[in-house]
């Protein structure tokens, strides 16, 4: 069982930075592909990134790839998504998450754990 409380989301201007935070539980960390969903209003949740369990490989959806950095700490089994350049269109609430089903995640379904959300809001 792995529990994600995210962290780091708020308000920023278009063109601004922000780096979200995801604390971990569980003594197998290091051993879980990690990633981030978005859910943008009226919209279905979407993938973000996924990084593998020892910090690679990366995956990034087209529509933050150049803008986005995932990293993961497994000493402190914590993982980041920075985010530069940000633009109204990211606006959403992400979503850390994990899986344990042996396979790099690639999409939403390839996950099967996620915390609970933090809001992005970015003005224009």
């Known amino acids: 069982q792995v529990q994600l409380v995210e962290s780091g989301g708020g308000l920023v201007q278009a063109g601004g930075s922000l780096r979200l935070s995801c604390a971990a539980s569980?003594?197998?960390?290091?051993?879980?592909?990690m990633g981030w969903l978005r859910q943008a209003p009226g919209k279905e949740r979407g993938f973000v990134a996924a990084?593998?369990?020892?910090?690679?490989?990366?995956y990034y959806a087209d529509t933050v790839e150049g803008r986005t950095t995932i990293a993961k700490d497994n000493a402190k089994n914590t993982v980041y998504l920075q985010m530069i350049g940000l633009k109204p269109e990211d606006t959403a609430v992400y979503y850390c998450?994990?899986?344990?089903?042996?396979?790099?995640?690639?999409?939403?379904?390839?996950?099967?754990?996620w915390g609970q959300g933090t809001q992005v809001t970015v003005s224009s």
């Open positions: 990084i593998g369990s020892s910090g690679r490989p990366t």
């Open positions: 998450a994990a899986n344990d089903l042996g396979v790099m995640p690639m999409r939403v379904s390839d996950f099967n754990y």
């Open positions: 569980g003594r197998t960390f290091s051993t879980y592909p």
